[in-house]
């Protein structure tokens, strides 16, 4: 969506946060966020990044012809809109950081990816009124931008008490390691392995008198993407449970071929499965560099 801003690179920059003691969270959800972008503000935006009046030209028609409001999703340029629109509410936030700025530490830390935003506050109660000031200005950007809060899925998240949020398909929390130590731990949401194992199985029924190469044709780019992507942080749990589920889809399938029960663990050895077969094997936890 960024240069240089990936979503794990956002994702990077709430560990490092947790461990400063920003354990107080706001955890805004936007409503509709792509449908709701007012397409002359977006323009004003992007009219004072851009002076080629042609290509200004062009976004206007682009824009004209998805409605009266709203990006529409799946386009080239739609991500880095989306960004643009929201400009000013990072540059609020960069400011609440700096006035609030005690030498090297900051009270304040964000992180966002296109309409994601999770904001980290200092945990100490006599910071209650800079949560509050964070909170009212950020209502106010969106106000200004003519953006609605679910407010059914707003909160203050207080990690302190063992609290939890979701931000871009990680569920973060605060735990105290066998030293006593307190640290961040993020994992994969329940529900993003939910949709994953779903759409796994539906490729399994949909190609269940095929070969089983084929499945794994199908099967491999769809774990691929999903594994590189939530393969950061405390997530191999969640890695071996979707790996051991994949292998046994791929057992069965072979052992319903031939009409019989059971798995086949002494018939096909793992070295088989994912050499020969070709399975994807790849469930390794890599290190995230926090931002």
Not at 28 to 50: E, I, T, W
Not at 135 to 154: M, P, T, V, W
Request: glycine share 6%; hydrophobic share 40%.
């Amino acid at each position: 969506y960024r240069p240089q801003r990936s979503a794990q690179g956002a994702v990077a920059r709430v560990p490092g946060a947790i461990v400063k003691n920003k354990t107080r969270v706001i955890d805004l959800d936007l409503a509709a966020y792509f449908d709701s972008v007012r397409h002359d503000l977006l323009l004003a935006k992007v009219a004072r990044r851009v002076r080629d009046a042609e290509i200004l030209h062009l976004l206007k028609l682009m824009l004209k012809a998805s409605g009266k409001r709203g990006v529409p999703q799946g386009g080239v340029i739609s991500p880095l809109l989306s960004n643009v629109y929201l400009n000013e509410v990072d540059a609020m936030l960069e400011r609440a950081k700096e006035v609030t700025r005690n030498g090297q530490y900051t009270y304040v830390e964000y992180a966002r990816y296109a309409d994601d935003l999770t904001v980290l506050v200092d945990g100490y109660r006599r910071h209650d009124w800079l949560l509050q000031a964070v909170d009212r200005r950020l209502r106010e950007e969106f106000a200004k931008l003519d953006l609605c809060l679910n407010e059914a899925k707003s909160r203050i998240v207080d990690l302190a008490r063992g609290e939890a949020f979701d931000f871009l398909g990680f569920q973060f929390r605060r735990i105290r390691s066998r030293r006593g130590v307190w640290r961040p731990q993020y994992t994969p949401q329940q529900k993003k392995r939910a949709r994953l194992l779903q759409k796994l199985k539906e490729v399994f029924e949909r190609y269940q008198s095929q070969p089983i190469r084929r499945v794994i044709d199908e099967v491999n780019p769809i774990l691929r993407g999903w594994v590189n992507y939530f393969r950061i942080g405390h997530a191999a749990r969640t890695l071996g449970f979707v790996k051991d589920w994949v292998e046994k889809k791929v057992r069965r399938h072979m052992m319903r071929a031939r009409s019989r029960s059971g798995f086949g663990w002494k018939r096909w050895s793992r070295a088989w499965i994912y050499k020969t077969l070709g399975l994807f094997a790849d469930y390794r936890v890599r290190h995230l560099i926090q931002a």
